[in-house]
């Protein structure tokens, strides 16, 4: 008998992305859908392996425990996902950036990314993700970096 082992469909990663950007919102970071050796970028920094990435979501967790976010659009070819995320939260747990930590502000947050997915073997590879950050932290009320 032969076992063909077909390569995921655009469909699949496609449901894989909207699955994983709920399960990130809620804090499921346990089946994050990453390959061991995975990269990923986005404006605080640049990730490698899925341990890292995983830590820089754990980042976002402390500091919005109680997010949801929502795919609003994607475009898929090959091994390619572009999604479009929202993602809506408070700011109620310290937000570590590269300037120092930021205390919980209690205000709410609503933060439209833009998220570049390439697969491999049905998990993520490669992804780069994109936000605006001074919109954010105008949404903290944070005008001026805090010092470290």
């Known amino acids: 008998m032969t076992l ?3 390569e995921p ?5 496609v ?4 699955q994983w950007v709920t399960a990130m919102a809620k804090g499921d970071l346990d089946h994050a859908p990453y390959q061991d050796d995975a990269e990923l970028s986005d ?6 392996g899925k341990a890292q990435i995983v830590e820089s979501f754990k980042t976002w967790q402390t500091a919005f425990p109680n997010g949801s976010a929502e795919v609003t659009n994607q475009i898929a ?6 999604s479009e995320v929202v993602y809506k939260a408070t700011h109620s747990g310290p937000l570590a950036t590269a300037s120092g930590s930021i205390s919980p502000t209690n205000k709410p947050i609503e933060l439209t990314l833009m998220i570049l997915s390439s697969f491999r073997d049905g998990l993520i590879q490669r992804e780069r993700a994109y936000f605006d950050r001074v919109g954010l932290m105008r949404q903290l009320g944070i005008t001026v970096p805090p010092k470290a």
Do not use: E, F, M
Not at 77 to 82: E, F, I, K, S, T
């Open 4 to 6: 063909i082992q077909h």
């Open 43 to 48: 404006p605080n920094g640049k990730y490698k």
């Open 77 to 82: 070819l090959g091994d390619q996902v572009a």
């Open 15 to 18: 449901a894989t992305i909207k």
């Open 9 to 13: 469909t655009v469909a699949t990663n």
